[in-house]
């Protein structure tokens, strides 16, 4: 996988509620014998008919949920559908603890902030390294920025790629 860089995530904001549990939205556990494949073009069609067409043609999507999203996920495999469903980035208000980490470790960067003020539709600029959040009719919103070492964990793919590269955790 080619590392990306977390300075400048640019990408359609695709608004998605609070409590979505990817288990059920975007997880082949409900659909024994589909592939990632076959999810990637049906995922959270229950919140959002057609949702993943739509962030798929585009030139990447960032999703922006309010609480708790991706809360009691610890299936891979949703992280897995929305990279290909070219999900950049994920913004919300909160994060399911396992799927934060799953998150990461697949190579999907995610912040938590108040996205209460991010319109569905518009363009949005995110630099996870300083925790600034721009679109274009909006007052810049501020979060925490990533730390580094998950940012470097990100930039590489996951943790695998990231393992591969630092085997001793050493990247100073």
């Not at 962030?55 to 299936?75: C, E, H, K, Q």
């Not at 603890?97 to 569905?120: H, K």
């Not at 940012?151 to 085997?167: A, M, N, Q, R, T």
Request: glycine letters at 10%; proline letters at 5%; a neutral charge.
């Amino acid at each position: 996988m080619t590392s990306i860089s977390l300075n400048k995530v640019i990408g359609e904001s695709f608004l998605l509620g609070d409590e979505v549990n990817t288990d059920i939205h975007c997880s082949n556990k409900y659909q024994p014998g589909k592939d990632i494949q076959f999810m990637s073009k049906i995922a959270f069609n229950e919140l959002s008919p057609g949702l993943a067409t739509r962030i798929t043609n585009t030139d990447g999507g960032i999703l922006v949920a309010g609480d708790n999203f991706g809360i009691n996920s610890s299936r891979e495999q949703a992280v897995q559908i929305m990279l290909l469903m070219n999900i950049k980035g994920i913004v919300a208000k909160s994060f399911g603890r396992q799927f934060f980490r799953n998150a990461i470790n697949n190579g999907i960067p995610l912040m938590e902030c108040d996205t209460s003020n991010i319109e569905g539709g518009t363009l949005l600029e995110i630099n996870f390294r300083t925790g600034c959040i721009n679109s274009l009719n909006k007052i810049p919103i501020k979060a925490l920025p990533l730390p580094n070492e998950i940012i470097k964990i990100i930039e590489l793919g996951g943790l695998i790629p990231f393992l591969k590269k630092h085997p001793n955790w050493n990247f100073q």
